[in-house]
């Protein structure tokens, strides 16, 4: 896929959606961030229907350092890893009252040496609570921008960087919400939708199959 592509790409799915944003719910940047820590191998479904129960009972750093272990898991027990999720979160909302007066950190450096918090989290909080024009690259971007061509890479990191890089100025913002939600729901692992989307003409791996059914 060349630039003049990707441009025709992005501005095709901020016609479709011009507001995109997570489907996780959340009110707070500690609520997000919480929610983007236990959503980890997890649906974002999931993960809704434990902090709906949850965060009306504890929504702060506090709130839940005061639920302890387990009460904590009484909430998340339904989401995968729960035990190891409620231990990473009780050590982050300890870190953030301790280092950062119970505030998320508008910083990279910061949110990684949180428990449970990796680089794709990161980027989602500075994405999405912070408007930074970076990139969080799950399985769905990995798995879409490799098979359109829109971005390849051997791993989720390579992939990041090429999108970075590629990503017309303009889209940067909300190209992350768009790729996953085009990867959640049209650019499928299995069974990819190609007749509900909107960019098959784009896509490399869409174009080669075409021409081997002409082959064939």
Known sequence: MNQTQRQQFFSRLRDQNPAPTTELNYSTPFELLISVILSAQATDVGVNKATDKLYPVANTPQAILDLGVDGLKSYIKTIGLFNSKAENVIKTCQLLIDKHNGEVPEDREALEALPGVGRKTANVILNTVFKHPVMAVDTHI????????LAKGKNVREV???????????????????????????????????????VTDLCDEFRRNQRQRITA
């Open 160 to 198: 990041e960087d090429r999108l970075m890089k590629v990503i017309p100025a303009e889209f940067k913002l909300d190209a992350h919400h768009w790729l996953i939600l085009h990867g959640r729901y049209v650019c499928t692992a299995r069974k990819p939708h190609c007749d509900q989307c909107i």
């Open 142 to 149: 990995f798995r879409l921008s490799n098979r359109t061509g």
